[in-house]
């Protein structure tokens, strides 16, 4: 598995100012840390691998089965977790996360195996707003995995939460994902950093605010 960025010039609609220019990327199998300040474009490069976005100019490409921005590519391929997690309120945690594999043509079995590696097994039925941060993050993590993505990009994924829920995610991560599968993780989290193959600093491609050093 391969992901490769040639040249890429990206700039959000109506923003002045390009997040990535003439930038070339290649990620490899494991599990990659993409680390830097808050708003050097690290978010804006998964939401570009995810297709959900398309740059100006340049190329994504990737190995898998389906092509860069096809929509199988996106609902087979990719298992994406925001910061803002994206469940289904209405419906239940095993739901979310068997619907998940459902529309990936996966077994539900796969569903079942991350319900129970991230401990989410006694809250099944429960719906996402009566969970706490830790277990929502668990929820959301497990239904992105739950199609059996070849690429897994989590951006934030244990931002704000505790040792245990930290450990048990990073366990999972670490255990669980197929080697050949490419992961990104987009944090500010150095708790990560022992299970990562790879760490990337993104802090030398976007210059920092610098009217927020003049606040502090
Ligand atoms: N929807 C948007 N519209 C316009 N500009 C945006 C949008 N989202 C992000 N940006 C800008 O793009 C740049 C990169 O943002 P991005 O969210 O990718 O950074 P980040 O490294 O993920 O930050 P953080 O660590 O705070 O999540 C920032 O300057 C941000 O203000």
Not at 6 to 21: I, K
Not at 71 to 90: D, H, I, M, T, W
Request: charged residues 20%; glycine residues 6%.
């Amino acid at each position: 598995m391969e992901i490769s960025i040639n040249n890429l010039t990206y700039r959000y609609p109506g923003s002045q100012t390009p997040v990535f220019e003439n930038f070339d990327f290649e990620a490899k199998p494991g599990i990659t840390l993409l680390c830097g300040f808050s708003g050097c474009g690290k978010s804006t490069l998964l939401r570009l691998i995810a297709s959900l976005i398309k740059p100006q100019k340049g190329t994504i490409s990737t190995t898998t089965q389906h092509r860069w921005s096809s929509s199988a590519y996106l609902r087979n391929e990719v298992g994406f977790v925001f910061q803002q997690l994206n469940l289904l309120p209405l419906a239940s945690v095993e739901r979310n996360i068997r619907l998940t594999a459902q529309l990936a043509s996966k077994p539900q079995s796969i569903a079942d195996d991350w319900i129970h590696i991230l401990g989410l097994d006694p809250l099944r039925k429960k719906k996402p707003t009566q969970l706490s941060g830790g277990q929502q993050q668990r929820a959301a993590i497990a239904r992105a995995l739950s199609k059996a993505p070849s690429i897994i990009l989590l951006d934030e994924p244990t931002s704000g939460l505790d040792d245990l829920n930290t450990t048990v995610i990073s366990n999972a991560l670490k255990a669980k994902i197929p080697s050949d599968a490419i992961c990104l993780i987009a944090t500010h989290d150095h708790r990560l950093e022992t299970i990562a193959h790879e760490i990337l600093d993104f802090n030398t491609f976007l210059p920092m605010e610098e009217h927020l050093k003049e606040m502090v």
